[in-house]
């Protein structure tokens, strides 16, 4: 059934979350009686909340490379300059700039339909769990995790689809409709100051109910995430006091990873990984092989999409990297991998390229699997140092940095850069730490620098000559997708500007 803002369906597991059955998630009707039903019971509503968690890493819109939140983190990062394509094979439209300029590109509609549908989903537990039976403590988990997933979502959406958020003020320019009844059709869309607005208001109750949640795994969202979230929020609004002070209090129960943890490269085992704060833990019978996170981005897995076009960093961001840095082993310039961890190879297959990613390691060569990061500690660190540079306390932006930097590089010393020096360095450990994990074109955004690939080892034809696009080029907006226009005769969802 068509709906404005999305094609709705409501997840429903007829299976518990841990199930090792392929068939986990079922669509049901798109009605009032479906959502009643999920909601009934608190045993029901955790049922559609772990369905959920799942739907972050599944095949969306049918299309392979449209692999859950880690796929639309690799599109992130390949419109950005720090991630290298090789060859004219997935993503390479992203890449090129291209897909979010064609509103019928299943590039461009993938994010929509995705955090939409999550977002459907969340507002049925948010508008109905009260009134379920159960205890309340289980309403209070499964409220907080609905709002904070629907403030993330729309997060994700009005970062994309919206414009810029400019600091200063005035943000009256369009983002995205901010859907709070599952079943209300045919929105307009809402001012950018008006998402941030609701985003904010969802991320505080989630705090406040979420005040004694202890969870399961860290596939599920605890007070530390929300607040995490609530951090990322306001760096991007440059409200640098609520970020140092969400950064510093979500990471309270976390540490960063030993050196020796880190070079292994990103895994499975985030559940044991003190740094990791929020992930995607694939069950092995869960897992969509060619379809994955890890199917994209791996080093070892044998994938075609891996094999022939692995992923890069920029060389001169690699060159960046100290010697004496841990992180600097998680790329190799000659490509020949022959520091791969203890266990980890490579096959004949694998074409090797030059500053190819080591970071992401699948389970094996036939088993794609790597724990999808969402949040680490790392980011935490970096968010306040940020926001401490900005906001003129270089000092305690520089012992920020200097406290997760550490960890990585024994050599390194406390920082005695100010001003925009400092916060040039900071943004450089920002972009090394946090390659492939979806964050570097909605940096450049919302910064308003301009994207520039020249000088380092982009290939021009590959990129479709495009190695720069000047900061506010109507192009850093991603068009509504034609099948939202199509649905939604509402006077205020309009086109951005084409």
Known sequence: MKKGNYILTIIFAILVFNSCKDDFLETLPTDEIAASEVVKTTSNAWTLVNGIHRSLYKRWDDRQGNAGVGGHYIHLDCMGEDQVVHREQWFNSVYKWTSGRNDSSFYSRFPWLMYYEIIANANVLINGIEGAQGAQEDKDAILGQALAYRAWCHYQLVQLYGGRYKAEG???????????????????????????TEINKDLDAAIIVLENYSRRNKSHINQDVVKGLKARVALTMGNWPVAIQMSQEARTNFKPMDSVTYSQGFQIGSEDNTEFMWASQIQEDQ???????????????????????????NSILYDMI???????????????????????????????????????????????????????A???????????????????????????????DADYTLSTNTGQALIDEIMIHRRIELWGEGFRFLDLKRLNLPLDRTGANHNAALAGNVLQVPAGDIRWEWLIPRVELDANDNPGMVQNPL
Not at 287 to 313: E, K, L, M, Q, W
Not at 347 to 371: C, E, M, W
């Open 170 to 196: 005035g943000n009256t320019q369009l983002g995205v409709p901010y859907k709070v009844n599952e079943f209300e059709e045919k929105l307009g869309r809402n001012t950018v100051e008006e998402v941030y």
């Open 287 to 313: 897992n969509d092989r060619f379809g994955s996170f890890g199917g994209f981005i791996s080093r070892n897995f044998s994938s075609s999409a891996i094999r022939g076009n692995p992923r890069s960093i």
């Open 322 to 376: 100290p010697d004496s840095d841990v992180r600097k082993t998680l790329w190799d310039p000659s490509g020949e991998h022959l520091n791969l961890p203890s266990g980890v190879s490579l096959i004949g297959a694998h074409q090797l390229k030059p500053y190819t990613s080591q970071k992401f390691i699948a389970v094996s060569n036939s088993d794609s699997r790597v724990d999808v990061p969402h949040m680490r």
């Open 378 to 408: 790392a980011e935490m660190y970096l968010i306040e140092a940020e926001a401490q540079a900005r906001s003129g306390s270089d000092g305690l932006a520089a012992q920020a940095l200097f406290d997760l930097i550490t960890t990585r």
